[in-house]
């Protein structure tokens, strides 16, 4: 089992920035690949970006592509989520997943799932 921890939501105005935490405990982390989905009132979870395990290898959502920026310290057992120019398109709750397979897209191939930290963008 991995345990997974979100924090570093908040309510912000359109332009700022925020960076998003995630705490894994439970199993070795450098044996998952992350990655950080969200979801918005009445929407789809979706696929915002991803890591592997050596955090050589990045992926992202087109729309947050130059403003966010995925990355984890293995050492700390921590990925973050670093996010800026923020829109109120980016209002959702973000939530951190971790699998052994890297690159899916799709939140069915995600074994490990945190609680969700709310960010509130407005405009």
């Known amino acids: 089992q991995v345990q997974l921890v979100e924090s570093g939501g908040g309510l912000v105005q359109a332009g700022d920035s925020l960076r998003l935490s995630c705490a894994a405990s439970g199993r070795t982390f450098s044996n998952y690949h992350m990655a950080w989905f969200r979801q918005a009132p009445g929407k789809e979870r979706e696929f915002v970006a991803t890591i592997n395990w050596s955090g050589r290898r990045t992926r992202y959502l087109e729309t947050v592509k130059g403003r966010f920026t995925i990355s984890r310290d293995n050492a700390k057992n921590t990925v973050y989520l670093q996010m800026n120019s923020l829109s109120p398109e980016d209002t959702a709750v973000y939530y951190c997943?971790?699998?052994?397979?890297?690159?899916?897209?799709?939140?069915?191939?995600?074994?490990?799932w945190g609680q969700g930290t709310q960010v509130i963008v407005s405009s």
């Open positions: 997943a971790a699998d052994t397979t890297y690159g899916s897209e799709s939140r069915n191939e995600y074994a490990y």
